[in-house]
């Protein structure tokens, strides 16, 4: 289930993110495109949508079970999502000549 939207959704279509630490060494909410870290982690839709609601509601902190979270930065996962967006460019389809195929 997706904390921002609280829509169910298949796990491979969902962001697992995880408590951990920024690059500052900060207690912070990290992607987890993968899902092999340990520890309890949360899923939402990987969209700026989804994430905003999901740092509106303030549901991070609750998913992860963090007390006192008020000090807890979702940035890493708002980057990670930046770059997603930025690197998966539509590509156009290649015109292939099949005739010369083996």
């Known amino acids: 289930m997706c904390i ?3 829509e169910r959704a298949a ?3 969902l962001l697992r993110v995880i408590a951990g630490s920024d690059a500052d060494g900060h207690p912070a909410v990290v992607p987890d495109p ?3 870290s340990f520890g309890r ?3 939402v839709h990987p969209t700026a949508e989804c994430y ?3 740092v509106r509601r303030k549901a991070f902190g609750r998913a992860l079970r963090l007390a006192g979270s008020g000090g807890l930065s979702s940035a890493p996962v708002a980057e990670y999502l930046a770059s997603r967006t930025n690197t998966c460019s ?3 389809p290649t015109d292939r000549n099949w ?3 083996s």
């Open 4 to 6: 921002g939207c609280r």
């Open 11 to 13: 796990k491979r279509e």
């Open 34 to 36: 993968n899902g092999t």
């Open 41 to 43: 982690g949360a899923h």
């Open 52 to 54: 905003e609601l999901a």
């Open 90 to 92: 539509p590509q156009k």
């Open 99 to 101: 005739s010369s195929s």
